[in-house]
């Protein structure tokens, strides 16, 4: 399941072949497997996801109107700034750092009905190409894990990579989308 296509869950969802709490837990459990060897997702929502996947259920036994990423699990960079989740930036300046807003990426994801699980690993405020931070330590390749993931993006596409997450959010100002995705297939 947790290796299907995006698109393919949410016409599951749609179609009622699977709720959206057994999807999240489905991608808690690909976490539970593989992100201690990794270091991929370093901040978990997991009860608050628990609950907004019940929420997304409950509207879609209602027949509200859903919003193209209803239901699906997403993991945020942690340089998304997430109201109410911590947002380290990587550095030790912002380890207990909790927004009261969340950047405009954040609130599109969540208007289209994405489930936040959780943050992933970056390098200090972004700067690098590959994954690694003093708060959080290094992200790990999913492939050999001697080797570097890529960055600044390599958390959320490292848990892309192990099946922990359907979609991930990032940016890109050197290749910080590019090179993760190339070193993680």
Known sequence: LCFLSAVTMRQMLHDGEISCLELLEAH???QARWNESVNAIITHTDDEARQQARQADQQISSGEPLGLLHGL??????????????????S????????EQND???????????????????????????TFNPVFGATRNPYDLS???????GGAAVALACGMI?????????????NPANFCN
């Open 28 to 30: 808690l459990a690909q």
């Open 73 to 90: 699990p997403v993991a945020h960079k942690d340089l998304a700034m997430t109201r109410g989740i911590r947002t380290t930036f990587g």
């Open 92 to 99: 030790p300046i912002f380890a207990d750092f909790v927004p």
């Open 104 to 130: 405009l990426i954040i609130e599109r994801l969540l208007g289209a009905g994405a489930i936040t699980i959780g943050k992933t690993n970056v390098p200090e405020f972004g700067a690098g190409s590959q």
């Open 147 to 153: 080797r570097t993931c890529g960055g600044s993006s």
């Open 166 to 178: 359907p979609i991930a959010d990032g940016s890109d100002m050197g290749g910080s989308l590019r």
